[in-house]
Structure formats: structure tokens, C-alpha cells
């Protein structure tokens, strides 16, 4: 691989793409919505259950290219146990990582850091960003709403 | 796999395209992306544009930059003369009958709204057909929805065979007596697929419909000739005919376009204005309201001119091998499925690599240079109909060479290494 590519395409990347972690449709979520991006028609969707204000478990599925689906895996693994507030906190750090703002990196996750190389590649910052878009979505209570990259 | 795809209207052997010589003519091509040369198979988006192209607008732009019509001094003059000579090279290109047939818009997409907006809202009743095909480009879809929304009309779609061919039976059946508009692809932005105009044509006028065609994916690939289609109506883009961006055309029957409203009021398409009631100018002018695309028109002429001076049939042989060559070469790489295997086809070769999305295969292919445009080519029926969220199309031009679609192959190879 090049070192170009090695950046965008992290083997904890690889790894989510091929075994994305809870892939599910969810059985008794109180909250779902629904992450479109109308440039390349990707889908997916999003479940949360909330105890309380805690998200005690999410789950995702739909069809996306690596770096939506990785995304979607790595996200849902993060937010587990987080306070919608937390939950929140790491969506707008991560909505600032990925076009490549500096500093941004330093409250996240240390897992999320390897989509700092979606930088280098700006049609797939949308890829990147879509799922976290449909958490955010379900978390603020837009149920079923349904939520666009454009 | 055999690749069998061959070019209607190839006469004999004819001596090899020159191809080195070609790419000379385009700066676009030398550039390089990511460290690597660029290979351009994005042409089905659109083209790059030769020199000439450049110079003509360029040229246009810095000693004739004047607005068009009633213009009393020498400049303006010029830019009209420019004008109406980039008219009758369209009209020249696709054989239309006469110069006031043909209406600048600003690209395929407009023009096809045009017919729609002018011709479709004026004979459409409640309950009358308007006739797609299932490979539609969702710009020869979405204006015939909008219609059928304020009309009443239904939309029907003439299914794609596995080879991604229209089936002249399933025509017979769908074709009816309220069929008013039967509007389709010359040839298919995914498959490459050449649909046999003519014959659609001939039936469709006996059942006394009008046939609107969408022709960008076939003006840079075959001979084009109006009268011999048949058809009514005619749109293309320049900018994928190595032409610019920005301008395109319309092709309409004369004795149709005199009947048809105008459908954007402006500058320069009125007879006469008062409050009272405003008449409106004879075609094309009736369709043209406002500031044309005036050094786009004049690039769009260049284009055509450029075009022109090249040998059609070696062009096209060469075009032909570079698509049995990729056929040929993609096709049997393992994980790989064709989309699109048409008997008569352009050199389009769209393809799903299994397990992989397209945007991932984009992205890698990008990172070697190779351009390639990857998801659902704004054809999501299409997408639907073969079961595929997206593919890759690596679409080629004259100036493509058989060593790019060896690298191509390479970096196809790169996609399995990074993604197993």
C-alpha cells in the first residue's frame, strides 16, 4: 500500500469494514434515525436505546463504503455508555477532526483518530461524518427523521 | 470474456488513429495527481478540451468580448457574427435542416427541460403516457416526472435486459394510444449502450408520439445525423464533446418549435413588449432569453471544428479496441462483474468489484492517478434494476492509449491488495 492510501485506508479501518461491530437492527431502541447521502445514495440507519440519559446500547446498519460503514462501527462502540451530553461532545469534536481543524483530535476518542486521513481525501469527509449524523439525529429525538449530508 | 462490441457506421480498415499526436492537442492530460500520471477515464463526465478549444474562447474573450444582437457597434456586431456561426456548426454536426432549429442552452439538462416545460405542458392532458426507458439519466427523468406532477400524465419505463438492452417486444407492449412523449438515451451514461433510435423512432411516430432524444453520451462517440434518427428533439452537452462547460444544444423540429410557447420569458426572445401583451420572436430566439453563453457557443464551435478534422472511422476503431481491450483485461480480473455487456455499445465499461464499495475502489484508483467516476451515475432506477448500489465507470476517449487501461488494471490490483 502507499503511504497515501495507508493514511485513509488504517487497518482498524479495514478491520471495521469487514466485521463492523454491532450490525444490528436493534430490538427495543427508543430512538432511530436514518443518515442519507444524496451524492452517492448511501444509507444507514442508526439505533439508540436511552436509559435515562445514558446510551445503554446502539447498533447501525445499512450500505455504505468502508469509511461510512467503519465509522458507523467505531462510532457506535464509543457512544455506548456515554451521556447523551458526552455523546454530543464527541460528535462536534469528531465534526471538526475530519476536514483536518487542528487540535481537534485532542478530546476524542484515540480510536477516532485514525480518520484524521479523511483529510486528504474531502469527497469522503461526507462518508465520515454521515453516520455520526444519523446518532445525532436520533439522540436529539428527531425519530425517524431522516438526515442528509447535503 | 468475449467482447463483442463494435460501432455501427465503421466502413473498413482505415489506417491507425494517431494517438500521441491527438493527446499533443490537450494540456489537461499532462497533469499529475498524487505523484502519478494522470489517466483520464472520466469522460462520460466530462471531456478535457484540446488547445484550440481553449484558444477559441480565450481569443473570443480578449478582442470580440461583446454582447449579442442589436448591437450598433463593430464588437458587438463580431460577437453576433460569432454566434450565429457556432449555430450553423451545430447545425452542420448533427444535420438539422435549418440553423433556426437549433437553440443554445446551457447544456443537455436545460435543454431537456425545455422540452418538457414548452412542448410536454402545452399537449399533455390528464391520463396521457410519457415513455422512459429504465437507463435513464435522472436528467431524462426527473424533468418528465415534474411534468406528469402538474399534467396528470403517468411516466411508464421500458425495461433493461440483462445485457442492459432495450427489448423492441417490451416496446410493442408499452407503447399505447396515449403515449404522447417517448423520450430516451441515444446512448446509456452507464452501459454505454447505443439504443436503436431509429427503429423506436418509426414506431413511436406511428402511434403518433414525438421521440425527445438524449444525446450527450453520444455526440463525442458517433456520427450524428437528426434527419436519419428521426427523432423530434435532440440535447447534448459540449463540455463532454471536448467542448466547455456551461453551453449545450436543442434540437427541435422546425414545424414543432414554431408552435411551442416559450418557456423563460428575458431579453431577446420578445416580437414586440407592451403592458398589454408581449409576441415573442420566431425560434430559436423564442427560446433563448437572456445573455447566451456567448464564448461558450464560440468554444462549443471550435469543438466541432476540432472534431471535424479528425479521421471519424480510425477514431472510432480505436475507441472500439480500447473498449474490448478493457473488456477484455477488467473483465476477467477475479471479483469483478460487468455492468453493461450490450452488443452495441461505447467505450463505457461500468463494473461492480465485489465486497468492495465504489467510492472505495475510486478513492484507491485516485491514489495512482487513474480517474474514474464511481457510484450510481445519477441512475438510481438503473442501479435498482441490476441490483447494485453503484459501479465503477471507466469511460474512454479518442485520446485514451491501451497502456492506461493496463494501468488501470494495476491499480485495480491495489484495490485487492488494500481490501483482500
Known amino acids: 500500500m502507499t503511504g497515501d492510501l495507508s493514511e485513509l485506508y488504517q487497518s482498524l479501518i479495514l478491520d471495521h469494514n469487514r466485521a463492523p461491530r454491532n450490525f444490528r437492527v436493534m430490538e427495543g431502541a427508543n430512538r432511530h434515525a436514518e443518515g442519507y447521502n444524496p451524492l452517492c445514495g448511501d444509507s444507514l440507519c442508526v439505533w439508540l436505546k436511552l436509559e435515562g440519559d445514558k446510551i445503554a446500547d446502539a447498533s447501525f446498519q445499512g450500505s455504505g463504503c468502508a469509511i461510512s460503514k467503519a465509522s458507523a462501527s467505531l462510532m457506535t462502540t464509543v457512544v455506548k455508555g456515554k451521556t447523551k451530553e458526552e455523546a454530543g461532545e464527541i460528535f462536534a469534536n469528531f465534526q471538526r477532526m475530519v476536514p483536518g481543524q487542528a487540535g481537534a483530535t485532542d478530546n476524542l476518542p484515540a480510536r477516532l483518530a485514525v480518520f484524521a486521513g479523511v483529510r486528504e481525501y474531502p469527497a469522503r469527509v461526507k462518508c465520515a461524518s454521515l453516520p455520526w449524523h444519523a446518532m445525532k439525529a436520533a439522540l436529539e429525538a428527531r425519530e425517524t427523521e431522516r438526515v442528509s449530508t447535503e | ?420
Open chain 2, 1 to 420: 470474456m468475449t467482447a463483442t462490441a463494435r460501432v455501427t457506421g465503421i466502413t473498413g480498415a482505415t489506417t491507425p488513429f494517431q494517438v500521441e499526436r491527438a493527446r499533443d492537442e490537450f494540456p489537461g492530460l499532462t497533469a499529475r495527481i498524487r505523484g502519478y500520471p494522470l489517466v483520464y477515464l472520466d469522460n462520460a463526465a466530462t471531456s478535457q478540451r484540446p488547445r484550440r478549444v481553449i484558444e477559441a474562447i480565450s481569443n473570443f474573450e480578449l478582442t470580440h468580448a461583446a454582447n449579442v444582437h442589436r448591437g450598433v457597434h463593430t464588437l458587438s456586431q463580431e460577437a453576433t457574427a460569432a454566434y450565429d456561426e457556432a449555430r450553423e456548426k451545430v447545425r452542420g454536426f448533427i444535420n438539422a435542416e435549418h440553423g433556426s432549429e437549433i437553440i443554445f442552452t446551457s447544456g443537455t439538462t436545460a435543454s431537456l427541460n425545455l422540452v418538457a416545460a414548452s412542448y410536454g405542458r402545452t399537449i399533455l392532458k390528464s391520463g396521457d403516457e410519457i415513455l422512459l426507458t429504465e437507463m435513464e439519466h435522472h436528467s431524462n427523468l426527473v424533468p418528465w416526472q415534474l411534468l406528469a406532477e402538474q399534467t396528470g400524465a403517468v411516466v411508464l419505463a421500458l425495461p433493461v435486459n440483462d445485457r442492459g438492452e432495450l427489448e423492441q417486444e417490451s416496446f410493442a407492449r408499452l407503447i399505447g394510444p396515449r403515449t404522447r412523449i417517448v423520450a430516451l438515451a441515444h446512448v446509456s451514461n452507464v452501459l454505454g449502450t447505443v439504443n436503436p433510435v431509429r427503429e423506436i423512432a418509426d414506431l413511436a411516430h406511428a402511434r403518433g408520439a414525438v421521440v425527445v432524444v438524449d444525446g450527450a453520451q453520444a455526440v463525442p462517440h458517433l456520427p450524428i445525423d437528426v434527419q436519419q434518427l428521426g427523432c423530434d428533439f435532440y440535447a447534448a452537452s459540449a463540455h463532454k464533446m471536448y467542448g466547455p462547460t456551461g453551453v449545450g444544444f436543442l434540437y427541435g423540429r422546425l414545424d414543432l418549435l414554431e408552435k411551442m410557447p416559450p418557456w423563460q420569458g428575458g431579453g431577446g426572445m420578445i416580437e414586440r413588449v407592451s403592458f398589454e401583451g408581449t409576441t415573442f420572436a420566431p425560434p430559436p430566439a423564442r427560446f433563448e432569453a437572456g445573455t447566451p453563453p456567448i464564448s461558450q457557443a464560440v468554444g462549443l464551435g471550435a469543438a466541432i471544428d476540432y472534431l471535424g478534422a479528425l479521421p471519424a472511422d480510425s477514431l472510432a476503431q480505436h475507441e472500439q479496441s480500447l473498449l474490448i481491450y478493457a473488456t477484455e483485461q477488467v473483465g476477467r480480473l477475479p471479483g469483478i462483474r460487468l455492468i453493461g455487456t450490450a452488443q452495441d455499445r461505447v467505450s463505457v465499461l461500468s463494473f461492480v468489484f465485489e465486497g468492495v464499495h465504489p467510492h472505495d475502489v475510486g478513492t484507491v484508483l485516485d491514489a495512482k492517478g487513474v480517474a474514474v467516476r464511481a457510484g450510481h451515475h445519477c441512475a438510481q432506477p438503473l442501479m435498482r434494476r441490476f441490483g447494485v448500489q453503484g459501479t465503477v465507470r471507466a469511460s474512454f476517449g479518442f485520446y485514451n492509449l491501451r497502456e492506461e487501461v493496463d494501468l488501470l488494471v494495476e491499480a485495480l490490483g491495489e484495490v485487492r491488495r488494500v481490501f483482500g
